[in-house]
């Protein structure tokens, strides 16, 4: 049966690999929209401080940092906007499976975010003019609303990796409260009260007042970041639920991820450490230079978070439905009869490049299956990456990419595409000259078709 | 009722449409309020408008930009490959959107807190919001013109030139200043809800001329968008008289009467927009057909416009003036 698959036109980002370009929006939407989630509970708390006299408390809330806040979610809400555009350029299908999956859920925590954008403003113009009580109900609500949107949005993320019982066909219900939902909400909801401890400590140091007000200040703030101390308990239950194939790379399996693993676990234990036997046990004050060198620690840890949630989701962009090609297993096993880039209505845009047509199809196949990961020249270069390879060595590493490296996916063209992309490649490393043979040996052809025969369609992970 | 037909895109077209008029109420606001403060900051004038229009700007915008997310993710559901295809073409000339509104966004505080640097600010935001409504108005045209993907790719063309761009962006600002003048007229009273008449009805004939421009274009409304463009015409002419019938009686019933007929224009307006994107919507997948949640998004937008209700209502008891101060 003929698949239709839909061909989105492909973007190049220069030196940088698309995970790089999506990862430095994502790491900056998640530090600031976890920070306005902390630090709406953070106000609630403070506020209550000020209703029952605590002057400095008032002080604090009508502050900087309910500003900061407020600053933060409008950032927090733009680069969200901006996440959506730039997952559309970097993995179109993944974000439309994800909106048609999750449609009416993604409504509903827009709602949320309704409501938490008319609480905080809401707050932050007339919070001087209102009661006590209005003034603690509306950052309530707007905590709670905040939260309620990371309540949402978790469930849709942590899909992506362990979609649980909706591969079974359970449901979307099953795909939203999947193995990973819960660790994951609880970890991010640490995370979100921890930034917001970290900014009040810069932010009370900057207040006109005596050096021991502002340390009383600050252990009532540090008091926010109490549940990093229980981040390792959810960081290990992610773990056990997470594929065994994605945590055997993370705890040694792949270098740089289990690098990444280490430098969040590590920032967060320095911060934790620092918060809770520092300023919570021995009752240390912090100035404004340790504090905004905690908070830089905490944003090192939270890229080093996220480029792990992203990595540990290698071959696939949603687990055993999409691979990070963004075709599904069927199309894979579709395209390995048909080659991969028949369909593909784009011609290139630099055709006039390549020497010959075989390196024009290479240019294509390395467009349509490679280019969401590696660039040519530039930030994980195949180029150098198979630069000392030999030629069979290429053509069976590429032909069965699944054993080549386990969170690869299937090679999902036939034994002509890998022929082409094998020849593209070497022309790139001979330094792209004027002419180049054309590699037609009928024996290389079959002997490429066998290994991709012999190694299937499968993933090396399983679903 | 057509459009809004078929089990599925039904209710999705119902929310894309109703949420997109929502949205443009709020950037019409931004866009030509941010026009209209600079205006009267160039010319030194302690315009109460402007000091209104600076005051709430930024607020106008962070409800503009929530309010555009939900018109976001419904338009992925009817119009995915479209919208993504016309995305990817654009490529990071479309995501330039983002920078201008964030640029935008401070630009508004900066306006509002600075009197020395209000004039930049002012102008810095015309032109991120100009940028923002051109990027749209392309997008939009390109989505339809799927012949031209395959060129414009091949040769790295970031800019749609279609003409249709120019005229329909122009239909777009006649729009939104009749759409500003119908906000801010109830802040408003006596010469400056006449002056505000003057720019909605002003609005209005921009509104004709682009309208005409397109015509000559050959754009037209096939089967006038099963009568929705003669209940646009109609409650343009009822909206025409509200505004004429304030600029006569500033604090009468007029500004009611343009505000209503105003609305439906909005609405039926959006509707005939859509007329001719209809051809391309594409089938529900069958994902996105089989999608569960749609009864705890209708219980929590219940709940969330009772909260929005409780926020309004708890700011005007907090701040209307007692009776002993």
Same mark, same amino acid.
């Given at each position: ?5 839909p061909y989105y036109p492909v973007n190049e980002f220069g030196?940088l690999?698309k995970?790089l370009v999506i990862?430095g929006v994502g790491?900056l939407h ?37 500003? !900061? ?8 809400a733009l680069t969200g906007v901006a996440m959506w555009f730039t997952t559309i350029q970097v993995g179109a299908r993944t974000i439309g499976?994800?909106v ?226 963004s ?19 784009y011609?290139?845009r ?17 467009r349509?299956?490679?280019d969401a ?91 | ?15 894309y449409?109703?949420?997109f008029?929502?949205h443009a109420?709020?950037i019409?606001?931004v866009l ?29 915008l962070?409800?503009g930009i929530?309010?555009g997310v939900?018109p976001l993710l419904f338009l992925q559901l009817l119009y995915q490959r479209h919208f993504y295809s016309a995305n990817l073409i654009l490529g990071p000339r479309w995501g330039a959107v983002v920078p201008a509104l964030i640029i935008g966004f ?21 032109v991120c919001f100009l940028f923002v409504a051109w990027s749209w108005t392309e997008i939009h045209l390109l989505m339809l013109d799927e012949p031209a993907w395959r060129t414009m790719y091949t040769a790295g063309t970031r800019i749609y030139g279609d003409?249709g761009v120019a005229?329909r962006l122009?239909?777009w ?40 421009? !397109? ?58 927009r859509?007329?001719?994107r209809?051809?391309i ?45």
């Amino acid at each position: 049966m003929a698949l239709a698959i839909p061909y989105y036109p492909v973007n190049e980002f220069g030196p940088l690999m698309k995970g790089l370009v999506i990862g430095g929006v994502g790491i900056l939407h998640v530090f600031l929209a976890q920070f306005a989630i902390g630090g709406g509970m953070l106000l609630y708390y403070f506020e209550g401080r000020a209703q029952r006299g605590d002057a400095d408390a008032r002080k604090f809330v009508d502050g900087y940092f309910r500003v !900061l806040v407020l600053v933060s979610f409008v950032f927090g809400a733009l680069t969200g906007v901006a996440m959506w555009f730039t997952t559309i350029q970097v993995g179109a299908r993944t974000i439309g499976l994800m909106v048609d999956e999750f449609h009416w859920l993604w409504a509903t925590e827009w709602v949320w975010f309704s409501i938490e954008v008319c609480a905080g403003y809401a707050f932050y113009r007339f919070g001087s003019r209102l009661d006590d009580r209005a003034r603690r109900s509306l950052l309530g609500l707007y905590a709670f609303a905040a939260w309620m949107s990371l309540f949402w949005i978790n469930g849709i993320l942590s899909w992506q990796l362990t979609p649980g019982g909706w591969l079974d066909g359970n449901g979307m219900w099953a795909g939203f409260f999947n193995p990973s939902f819960w660790p994951s909400l609880f970890f991010r909801t640490a995370v979100a009260t921890t930034l917001a401890a970290l900014v009040a400590c810069v932010v009370i140091n900057t207040m006109d007042l005596p050096r021991e007000r502002k340390a009383e200040l600050i252990r009532r703030a540090s008091r926010f970041a109490a549940p990093i101390a229980l981040m390792p308990i959810f960081a290990l239950w992610f773990l056990a639920v997470i594929p065994e194939d994605s945590r055997t790379w993370l705890l040694g399996g792949s270098l740089p991820m289990t690098m990444f693993v280490g430098v969040a676990a590590g920032a967060s234990m320095l911060i934790g450490a620092y918060v809770i036997v520092g300023i919570m046990i021995k009752r240390l004050t912090i100035n404004i230079a340790t504090a905004t060198l905690l908070l830089v620690l905490a944003f090192g840890a939270t890229a080093a978070g996220e480029f792990v949630r992203e990595g540990a989701r290698k071959p696939f962009t949603v687990r055993g439905v999409l691979y990070s090609t963004s075709l599904t297993p069927a199309e894979v096993a579709h395209l390995r009869v048909t080659g991969a880039t028949v369909g593909d209505p784009y011609p290139l845009r630099d055709e006039a490049r390549y020497p010959t047509a075989q390196l024009q199809r290479g240019a294509k196949v390395f467009r349509v299956l490679c280019d969401a990961c590696h660039t040519k020249h530039g930030s994980n270069s195949l180029v150098e990456l198979v630069r000392t390879w030999t030629d069979d060595q290429m053509r069976l590493n590429i032909a069965k990419l699944q054993r080549t490296k386990g969170f690869m996916p299937p090679f999902a063209g036939n034994a002509e595409d890998v022929e082409a992309l094998v020849q593209m490649l070497k022309w790139e490393v001979a330094g792209t000259p004027r002419s180049w043979p054309a590699s037609a040996d009928p024996a290389v052809v079959a002997q490429i078709a066998r290994w991709l025969d012999e190694v299937g369609t499968s993933p090396m992970g399983g679903r | 009722m057509w459009p809004f037909t078929g089990e599925v895109h039904g209710v999705w077209l119902l929310i894309y449409i109703l949420t997109f008029a929502l949205h443009a109420v709020f950037i019409s606001y931004v866009l030509v309020g941010t026009a209209y403060a600079l205006v009267q900051a160039v010319r030194r004038s302690d315009d109460p408008i402007a000091e209104r229009v600076r005051d709430v700007l930024p607020f106008m915008l962070g409800c503009g930009i929530t309010a555009g997310v939900a018109p976001l993710l419904f338009l992925q559901l009817l119009y995915q490959r479209h919208f993504y295809s016309a995305n990817l073409i654009l490529g990071p000339r479309w995501g330039a959107v983002v920078p201008a509104l964030i640029i935008g966004f401070y630009a508004l505080y900066v306006a509002k807190s600075s009197v020395k640097w209000r004039r930049h600010a002012l102008a810095a935001g015309t032109v991120c919001f100009l940028f923002v409504a051109w990027s749209w108005t392309e997008i939009h045209l390109l989505m339809l013109d799927e012949p031209a993907w395959r060129t414009m790719y091949t040769a790295g063309t970031r800019i749609y030139g279609d003409g249709g761009v120019a005229p329909r962006l122009l239909l777009w600002l006649g729009a939104m200043v009749t759409l500003f003048a119908t906000v801010s007229i109830w802040w408003a009273s006596g010469a400056q809800r006449r002056r505000l008449a003057v720019m909605a009805l002003a609005g209005r004939v921009i509104v004709g001329l682009a309208a005409a421009w !397109l015509v000559t274009q050959g754009a037209s409304i096939e089967g006038a968008a099963h009568g929705w463009l003669y209940l646009l015409i109609g409650a343009l002419v009822i909206e025409a008289g509200g505004w004429v019938w304030i600029w006569r009686v500033p604090d009468g019933v007029g500004a009611l009467v343009a505000t209503a007929a105003g609305t439906a224009a909005l609405v039926a307006g959006a509707v005939v927009r859509e007329a001719p994107r209809l051809a391309i919507l594409e089938p529900p997948r069958p994902a996105a057909l089989e999608a569960g949640g749609f009864p705890t998004f209708v219980a929590t937008f219940a709940f969330g416009v009772l909260a929005i209700a409780w926020i309004v209502q708890t700011i005007r008891r907090g701040t209307r003036p007692r009776p002993d101060s």
